[in-house]
């Protein structure tokens, strides 16, 4: 059973940095599509960052040249740079993964992972204080 567990939360001041990783237990294929989605203080989850099986990669356009999404495959680790970091980035931060190593665009990786079947993470959170 593949598992996903974040790490690398907690608490910053605004302008600070912190590194989520996602580490992939039991899993035995490349998936199409991995990424870090967050869920702040109301009823929505957002995509933050997302990467293919190329190493392509897409970014929300609020924290596009603030954060910094890649994977080592050797070790099945996902790792999320947050540089800069605002108030506005405090959330439950999650991992996620789809189980299809079906090769896509990576543009299109928010939507698989946001509605095709796969795997998720308990989370981490993190939060900014300005």
């Known amino acids: 059973q593949v598992q996903l567990e974040e790490f690398g939360g907690g608490s910053v001041q605004a302008g600070g940095s912190l590194r989520l990783s996602c580490s992939a237990t039991s899993i035995t294929y490349r998936p199409s599509c991995m990424g870090w989605f967050r869920h702040p203080a109301g009823p929505d989850r957002e995509g933050v960052a997302a990467i293919d099986s190329n190493g392509a990669a897409v970014y929300a356009e609020n924290v596009k040249d603030r954060f910094t999404i890649s994977q080592d495959t050797k070790t099945n680790v996902l790792y999320l740079q947050m540089d800069n970091m605002e108030p506005e980035d405090t959330a439950m931060y999650y991992c996620?993964?789809?189980?299809?190593?079906?090769?896509?665009?990576?543009?299109?990786?928010?939507?698989?992972?946001?509605?095709?079947?796969?795997?998720w993470g308990q989370g981490t959170q993190v939060t900014v204080s300005s």
């Open positions: 996620a993964a789809v189980k299809s190593a079906t090769q896509v665009s990576g543009d299109l990786c928010f939507l698989h992972l946001a509605y095709d079947d796969g795997y």
